[in-house]
């Protein structure tokens, strides 16, 4: 089993920047591949951002490249996301999620609870 605890979140006006942090635990953190989805109110749950298996690659939804960057901290078992030039409907429930071998990285097995990011105008 893996455990993602997420903090980070936040309101922030239109423009600024947020960094979302994700501690893992449960596994060895090369055992599994992270990213993050959201959900904004009313809608479904997508994928913003990804590590390959490799822990080099990365993988960002079309809306997010340029703006999001996904790090990690292998000693801290920690991944990051770097959210710039935020919007209004970047307004959403911001999760960690890791996934197994043969998941495609758009994929997710494990979950965090979430944190709230609010983007005011």
């Known amino acids: 089993q893996v455990q993602l605890v997420e903090s980070g979140g936040g309101l922030v006006q239109a423009g600024g920047s947020l960094r979302l942090s994700c501690a893992a635990s449960g596994r060895a953190f090369s055992s599994y591949a992270m990213g993050w989805f959201r959900q904004a109110p009313g809608k479904e749950r997508e994928f913003v951002a990804s590590?390959?298996?490799?822990?080099?690659?990365?993988y960002y939804a079309d809306s997010m490249k340029g703006r999001f960057t996904i790090s990690r901290d292998n000693t801290k078992n920690t991944v990051y996301l770097q959210m710039n030039s935020l919007k209004p409907e970047d307004t959403a429930v911001y999760y960690c999620a890791a996934r197994e071998p043969g998941t495609s990285p758009s994929g997710a097995d494990y979950w965090g609870q979430g944190t709230q990011v609010t983007v005011s105008s």
């Open positions: 590590f390959g298996w490799s822990g080099r690659n990365t």
